[in-house]
């Protein structure tokens, strides 16, 4: 009985080699992050970004020593855009471990549907991978040298994470592209000039820009950094962002404070007038820069201050709502918090959501405490009150 | 069946366990979702509620038989030609689930773990490594899925702080938003997955202390329901209550975005070996108890002939759907719904009807 389980487990290990469908990482092409344009001689094009192993980068290599390979193709589509590629590609495709998926404007407005279809889809593609929008063609930036990292798509992802504030993921592209109560967003990028650089620095760099944002699977607005600061202040702690403000008595010069604690309460309010949404941002602020002539210590000067931080806010805020209600879209969710309070009304408004939306008022207040002064307790210039005294 | 063989009670419950959540998991979580939303919780509760009647009418006529397993007991109480009869129905319910559940393995390991990987070779594999469990007789089965449990029980614990990060105020609905009649259509859909508890007719006689039966049989429904409530409900709160809806394998999807501090990555491979493993616990039962039913329906002396040939049958039946769609749609069909369930209460009465008989006859005795 012990010989035949024995043969038994020994005919089982033949089997459970696991040679079969080996995969040896030598043959493996790993894509660190895809770009998607619109094609100048077919409707798509595809770039990937592939990293190139330590034997592939010697300089016995006839292609160079570059720890990568952008590889571009234009097709009828996603699919035969990345067949192109394989066709030129001597190992074979792997987005197992792909960080970003990068999409020029153009082709965000011509709509994603079928990008996202393609991502979800993929076995090998994670949901939390990072979309951007790249103001102008995605391509440049995966061309584009990264500066403090070895990698392009590691570099894009680490300048997120060291910005802080809200992670947003393909997952939370997706769960937003299905739902009926907000809309879709992805951060924007850009690709700058470095004229300036030391030599034989790259010439260009690629940085955050902004947000893009989408209605249905369509951009229809490129927000700037300043206001997507409220954007990510609705959608989480905006921990770290930074905030520059005019001095309130001298315009011309300003100060800059650095947020450490933030809430924000969005209240949707549903009355016999019709449906508000009442907006409160706290905050706790460090101050981090200060050209105005104004004593921190006195507590009337520096409520001036916090006065006047408050304003700026909420004018960001402002100019966000402005701006997704001029566009019809909802990144923020307001929608869904009237969702969560008024479970029954939403059933009726949810087709409509997109419309009504555009007229919705929306209250804002901020409330910003400066509790940090840096290691200063006084301007290290002189105060108002120190010049006026020297008079 | 080798009446000199035991289990615990505790054993006897972690085989419940792994049977009821281990298939569920992975291709009723969409269905569901789509149905209930995100009170998904609420009909598996009420899944897990109605399963626990069940389980416990199950014990009760199952503890009824004595020693005997359910097919003799039916053989003793209705004379051998109804009896057997019975007993090849039994059989044949449970090597129709074991096929499925062979099937849902197949596809998830060649479509997710071993891409390119030949069929019939991963399927032949897996069905020769459970025929070897089922050889070695029931003990090593269920000490296998005491193991399983508790790294399963590790695992179900440890996600929801594994997916911290994850849940956003934009994935919530409000609680109770979806109409109960909903809520009532995605529990009924579940009932023929939870209704596979029949298959434990055939566990009760190797109870070591059968006194306990009721005990331990709420315990594994309640096990299997709180993972199963657990798990589903997580797979909403991560991607909202529409996205999993869409998906083949929304469990698995969660189980890919775990990323602890961007550094802790890609271990759902770890997390996919539990629940495989708890797959094989239950494709080990159901085979083992299909042909132990067959060969005592066909009066054969032991299980193993039986068991090879319905391996190797499984195997070559479950080819039938050319893919998972086909599979997918002939799993969650009302068809299939209503007659799986259908023939699980049909056998839980018929064996109630058995055990009422015994009763009256003065009890189960314990013959071949």
């Known amino acids: 009985m012990a010989r035949r389980r024995m043969a038994l487990l020994l005919a089982l290990m033949l089997l459970l080699s696991g040679c079969w469908s080996r995969l040896e990482i030598n043959d493996l092409g790993l894509v660190m992050g895809m770009a998607v344009d619109v094609g100048e001689e077919a409707p798509v094009r595809v770039t990937l970004y592939f990293a190139r192993g330590r034997g592939q980068t010697e300089d016995s290599n006839p292609a160079g020593g570059a720890p990568v390979w952008v590889a571009t193709r234009e097709a009828e589509n996603l699919a035969d855009a990345m067949r192109e590629i394989a066709l030129a590609s001597a190992r074979r495709i792997s987005l197992h471990h792909m960080q970003v998926v990068l999409l020029g404007d153009e082709y965000a407005r011509s709509g994603i549907g079928d990008l996202l279809d393609f991502l979800a889809r993929h076995p090998q593609i994670r949901l939390n991978m990072r979309p951007m929008v790249v103001r102008g063609r995605a391509q440049t930036v995966l061309e584009t040298v990264p500066l403090l990292k070895s990698l392009q798509p590691q570099n894009l992802v680490a300048i997120l994470e060291a910005k802080g504030g809200v992670d947003w993921r393909l997952k939370n592209f997706l769960v937003a592209r299905v739902s009926d109560s907000h809309s879709g967003w992805m951060h924007a990028l850009r690709v700058v000039d470095r004229p300036g650089g030391t030599p034989g620095s790259p010439p260009t760099a690629a940085e955050l820009d902004g947000a893009a944002l989408f209605l249905g699977d369509r951009l229809v607005a490129l927000m700037d950094a300043r206001l997507a600061q409220a954007l990510s202040w609705l959608l989480a702690t905006p921990r770290n962002s930074v905030i520059s403000a005019p001095c309130p008595e001298d315009r011309s010069k300003s100060f800059s404070v650095t947020i450490d604690k933030a809430s924000r309460e969005i209240e949707p309010i549903w009355s016999s007038a019709g449906l508000r949404i009442r907006v409160g941002v706290e905050a706790l602020v460090d101050l981090t820069r200060l050209e105005c002539r104004d004593s921190i210590l006195e507590e009337g000067r520096r409520q001036r201050l916090e006065e006047q931080l408050s304003e700026d806010v909420v004018s960001r805020f402002e100019g966000a709502v402005e701006l997704f209600q001029a566009n019809g879209v909802d990144p923020a969710g307001f929608g869904h918090r009237v969702k969560l309070r008024y479970p029954a009304s939403w059933r009726s408004i949810a087709p409509r959501w997109s419309d009504i939306w555009r007229e919705v008022p929306v209250e804002i207040s901020a409330k910003l405490t400066i509790h940090q002064p840096g290691l200063l307790l006084e301007p290290a210039h002189k105060t108002e009150q120190e010049m006026h005294q020297a008079e | ?368």
């Open chain 2, 1 to 368: 069946m080798d009446r000199t063989l035991r289990i615990s009670g505790g054993l006897y419950a972690c085989l419940l366990l792994n049977n009821l959540q281990a298939a569920m998991l992975l291709y009723l979580p969409a269905t569901l979702i789509k149905h209930a939303g995100q009170s998904v919780w609420l009909a598996m509760l009420l899944g897990g509620a109605l399963t626990m009647l069940i389980g416990l009418v199950m014990a009760w006529s199952g503890s009824q038989f004595g020693r005997l397993s359910p097919v003799q007991a039916a053989r003793q109480a209705l004379g051998k030609p109804a009896g057997s009869l019975l007993g090849l129905l039994f059989a044949l319910l449970l090597f129709w689930i074991f096929c499925l559940v062979l099937r849902s393995l197949q596809d998830f390991t060649v479509m997710i773990l071993l891409q390119g990987s030949p069929v019939t070779v991963i399927t032949g594999v897996m069905a020769a490594a459970i025929l070897y469990a089922v050889w070695s007789g029931i003990e090593p089965m269920a000490r296998l899925a005491f193991s399983v449990t508790l790294f399963l029980a590790g695992a179900v614990i440890s996600l929801p702080p594994a997916l911290l990060r994850e849940y956003h105020i934009l994935q919530l609905e409000p609680i109770l938003y979806t109409p109960i009649h909903s809520v009532l259509t995605a529990t009924m859909i579940s009932l023929p997955w939870f209704g596979e508890i029949v298959a434990f007719f055939a566990l009760i006689p190797y109870l070591s202390r059968p006194q306990q039966v009721y005990r331990w049989t709420l315990t594994g429904v309640g096990g299997a329901t709180f993972c199963l409530v657990l798990v589903i409900q997580l797979c909403t709160l991560v991607m909202g209550p529409v996205l999993p809806s869409r998906m083949l394998f929304p469990t698995y999807v969660v189980l890919q975005t775990i990323s602890l501090g961007e550094f802790f990555q890609r271990i759902e491979v770890i997390l996919v070996v539990v629940w495989i493993s708890s797959m094989f616990v239950k494709a080990t039962l159901l085979l083992y108890t299909s042909s132990e039913a067959a060969a005592q329906a066909i009066g054969l002396r032991s299980h193993r002939p039986a068991a090879v040939a319905m391996a190797v049958g499984a195997v070559v039946l479950i080819q039938i759907w050319p893919g998972v769609l086909q599979m997918v749609n002939y799993g969650l069909s009302d068809q299939y719904r209503w007659a799986a369930f259908g023939m699980e209460m049909l056998l839980l009465f018929l064996f109630g009807l058995v055990a009422v008989l015994l009763r009256r006859q003065g009890g189960g005795k314990a013959h071949g």
